[in-house]
C-alpha cells in the first residue's frame, strides 16, 4: 500500500490525493503538523518536506514526481498524455505553473503584505492570459482531464483565501474551476481545512 504523507491545507499535498482519488486504489493519507514535523519524516527522508509518498522501499518527495510515479504505476485512467510530444508539452506547461504560480505559495502564506499583494497581481494575471482556452475547451488540454487539471486545481481552489481576484476577463477560467471543483474525486480529495477555504 502507498502511503502520502500530507499537510491537511498544502496545495502540494493536495494536487497528490486528488490523483490518488483519481486512481481509486489502496492507499493511506497521514496528515502532518507543518509546525510540528515528526522526527521520522526526517528519517524517511533527509529532505524533510511533504508531500512524501512511501511504497515499500520507495521513498519520494516534490509533488509533481510523486504523481508521475503514480500515473506510470497506475495507468488507469492516465493522467499524463501518452503520446510523447503532447507528453513533453504538458511537462513544459507543468514547469511554467511551477515557475509561475506555485514557487510563490509560500510568499503568500508567509510573506509581507507589500509582496504578497504584488504576487496576487502577477498571479491574476497570469491566470488571466491563459483564460481564453476554455472557451473553445473543456478541460487544459483538450476534452480530456489530464495532469494539467490536477496540478491547477489546488491553485484555483485557493483564490479567495490567497485573496486574489480575478477581472472579468477571466470568466471562462472560473466556469473551468466549477467543472474541476464538481468532479466528485476532487471533493473526495479535500481535507476538512481545505474545504473551509472557500466561501
Not at 522501499?57 to 509533481?64: G, I, K, P, T, W
Not at 507589500?114 to 481564453?132: C, V
Request: net charge negative; with cysteine.
Amino acid at each position: 500500500m502507498m502511503t502520502l504523507y500530507s499537510i491537511a491545507t498544502c496545495p502540494f499535498s493536495h494536487r497528490c490525493r486528488i490523483v490518488l482519488h483519481e486512481k481509486d486504489m489502496d492507499f493511506q493519507v497521514i496528515d502532518v503538523d507543518p509546525n510540528n514535523i515528526p522526527e521520522d519524516i526526517a528519517v524517511i527522508s533527509s529532505h524533510g518536506k511533504v508531500p512524501i509518498l512511501v511504497e515499500r522501499d520507495l521513498v519520494l518527495y516534490e509533488a509533481n514526481i510523486i504523481n508521475e510515479y503514480i500515473d506510470d504505476r497506475f495507468p488507469h485512467p492516465q493522467l499524463m498524455p501518452a503520446e510523447p510530444v503532447m507528453r513533453a508539452r504538458a511537462r513544459l506547461l507543468l514547469h511554467r505553473f511551477e515557475k509561475e504560480f506555485f514557487c510563490h505559495v509560500e510568499s503568500l502564506e508567509q510573506g509581507n503584505q507589500k509582496a504578497a499583494d504584488k504576487i496576487r497581481m502577477e498571479i491574476a494575471n497570469g491566470l488571466t492570459i491563459i483564460a481564453p482556452i476554455f472557451d473553445k475547451q473543456k478541460y487544459m488540454l483538450g476534452d480530456e482531464y489530464t495532469m494539467l487539471d490536477v496540478v491547477i486545481a489546488p491553485l484555483l481552489w485557493r483564490l479567495d483565501y490567497y485573496e486574489i481576484k480575478l477581472p472579468k476577463q477571466a470568466a471562462a477560467l472560473l466556469k473551468y474551476a466549477e467543472r474541476l471543483f464538481s468532479r466528485p474525486l476532487f471533493v473526495d480529495a479535500l481535507t476538512p481545512a481545505e474545504k473551509l477555504m472557500r466561501k
